[in-house]
């Protein structure tokens, strides 16, 4: 059994929603190096140099990378042998996290990006809710991964329930049509969250987790996925959006693919997009 303190899960977790927002990873910083180096198009070129310097600045002045600092998603991972000590006056793990995302983005003076009612638009003032998936799991693993996900790229997300009819070209084009109709509108080069199967909830959360699972442009596993995913990031790049649209041959830095067990009569497909601001970060105790 491993006991951990709520005040130890808060303090970490205000300081990776801070340090998610101020610095792009190694992972996404070596693709955007790679993809800049590849890009053909002079002013997609130059997006990205900009993309770069962003980086630089934002990492050193400990600015966001982007105004958008997003909704705050957390993946949790927390093992059945796991005691949690509520000390400091936390009476939860949700209060934990909301505690440490408020705290977070407050002192890091990060856009407040939620409002309490999708109709009436009042802003909560702390950027919580924080938005939390709960992994329960034999063992005692906690891992926490965080994404910062910003409103653009989220609304040109999509879900779709096929039938099994329309097989796998009919899930690839409905990925490569997502991303067509999105354009520039979700800040590319983008990268793109695909859930296969599960159900019509299930294939969102799967899609969402693709963006995470893995560091960015890693090969899927499974070799039926992995070359799926390359088939992808090729006609996604064929595009020719580009960087913020710029026109290029960069539209995508990555495609995952996440895929589960389904119902034999569906064939759920979900694409979440990210934009380039790719702001992911995991902390384990
Ligand atoms: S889509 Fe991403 S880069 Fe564009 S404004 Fe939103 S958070 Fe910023």
Same mark, same amino acid.
């Given at each position: 059994? !491993?006991?951990?303190? &709520?005040?130890?899960?808060? +303090?970490? =977790?205000? #300081?990776?929603?801070?340090?998610?927002?101020? %610095?792009?990873?190694?992972?996404?910083?070596?693709?955007?190096?790679?993809?800049?180096?590849?890009?053909?198009?002079?002013?997609?070129?130059?997006?990205?140099?900009?993309?770069?310097?962003?980086?630089?600045?934002?990492?050193?002045?400990?600015?966001?990378?982007?105004?958008?600092?997003?909704?705050?998603?957390?993946?949790?991972?927390?093992?059945?042998?796991?005691?949690?000590? !509520?000390?400091?006056? &936390?009476?939860?793990?949700? +209060?934990? =996290?909301? #505690?440490?995302?408020?705290?977070?983005?407050? %002192?890091?003076?990060?856009?407040?990006?939620?409002?309490?009612?999708?109709?009436?638009?009042?802003?909560?003032?702390?950027?919580?809710?924080?938005?939390?998936?709960?992994?329960?799991?034999?063992?005692?693993?906690?891992?926490?991964?965080?994404?910062?996900?910003?409103?653009?790229?989220?609304?040109?997300?999509?879900i779709?329930m096929?039938?099994?009819?329309?097989?796998?070209?009919?899930?690839?084009?409905?990925?490569?049509?997502?991303?067509?109709?999105?354009?520039?509108?979700?800040?590319?080069?983008?990268?793109?969250?695909?859930g296969v199967g599960g159900n019509f909830e299930y294939s969102a959360l799967l899609a969402?987790k693709?963006?995470?699972?893995?560091?960015?442009?890693?090969?899927?596993?499974?070799?039926?996925?992995?070359?799926?995913?390359?088939?992808?990031?090729?006609?996604?790049?064929?595009?020719?959006?580009?960087?913020?649209?710029?026109?290029?041959?960069?539209?995508?830095?990555?495609?995952?693919?996440e895929s589960f067990p389904c119902h034999?009569?569906s064939m759920p497909a979900a694409?979440?997009?990210?934009?380039?601001?790719?702001?992911?970060?995991?902390?384990?105790?």
């Amino acid at each position: 059994m !491993k006991t951990i303190n &709520l005040s130890e899960v808060r +303090e970490k =977790i205000r #300081e990776i929603v801070q340090k998610a927002n101020f %610095e792009l990873q190694d992972d996404t910083l070596t693709v955007v190096k790679e993809m800049e180096a590849k890009e053909e198009s002079p002013a997609g070129k130059s997006v990205f140099q900009q993309m770069l310097e962003n980086a630089k600045v934002a990492k050193e002045e400990k600015l966001g990378l982007c105004q958008d600092t997003g909704l705050a998603i957390f993946f949790v991972e927390l093992g059945e042998d796991v005691q949690l000590n !509520k000390d400091d006056g &936390l009476g939860s793990l949700k +209060e934990a =996290i909301t #505690e440490g995302t408020r705290l977070g983005y407050e %002192e890091g003076y990060l856009r407040k990006s939620v409002v309490e009612d999708p109709i009436r638009r009042k802003n909560t003032g702390d950027n919580t809710p924080a938005y939390i998936h709960w992994e329960l799991e034999p063992g005692d693993a906690f891992k926490v991964t965080f994404v910062a996900k910003g409103g653009g790229a989220e609304n040109m997300s999509q879900i779709r329930m096929f039938a099994p009819a329309a097989g796998q070209d009919g899930i690839e084009n409905f990925v490569v049509e997502t991303v067509d109709t999105a354009g520039s509108n979700p800040c590319p080069p983008m990268v793109v969250g695909v859930g296969v199967g599960g159900n019509f909830e299930y294939s969102a959360l799967l899609a969402k987790k693709a963006l995470l699972r893995r560091p960015l442009g890693s090969q899927n596993p499974d070799p039926f996925y992995a070359d799926m995913e390359k088939r992808l990031l090729e006609r996604i790049n064929n595009l020719g959006i580009g960087p913020q649209g710029m026109g290029g041959r960069c539209t995508a830095l990555a495609v995952h693919v996440e895929s589960f067990p389904c119902h034999i009569a569906s064939m759920p497909a979900a694409v979440n997009i990210q934009c380039h601001s790719h702001r992911v970060l995991s902390f384990e105790l």
